[in-house]
């Protein structure tokens, strides 16, 4: 697979969908969707060339890997 040449990096961002359940302590429930289709086109809008997903603190208890 070819190396991507970096142009720039977004290094916090966050995707997700509601109805996932939820962290007890939170200190707030997300209204609306966060899905990766969505990230890719805000990259592209604005020439991103990598970006870096965190967990949502919401989700927090999940511990996805």
């Known amino acids: 697979m070819p190396e991507s040449p ?3 990096v977004d290094t916090h ?3 997700f969908v509601r109805g996932l359940p939820l962290a ?3 200190r ?3 209204g ?3 899905l990766p289709r969505d990230y890719l086109a805000h990259l592209d809008r604005h020439g991103l060339s990598h970006g870096v997903l965190v967990q949502a ?7 996805m890997t």
């Not at 603190?57 to 999940?62: H, K, R, T, V």
């Open 6 to 8: 970096v142009t720039a």
């Open 13 to 15: 961002a966050h995707v």
């Open 24 to 26: 007890a302590q939170r």
């Open 28 to 30: 707030h429930a997300p």
């Open 32 to 34: 609306y969707d966060a």
């Open 57 to 63: 603190q919401p989700l927090s208890g999940l511990n």
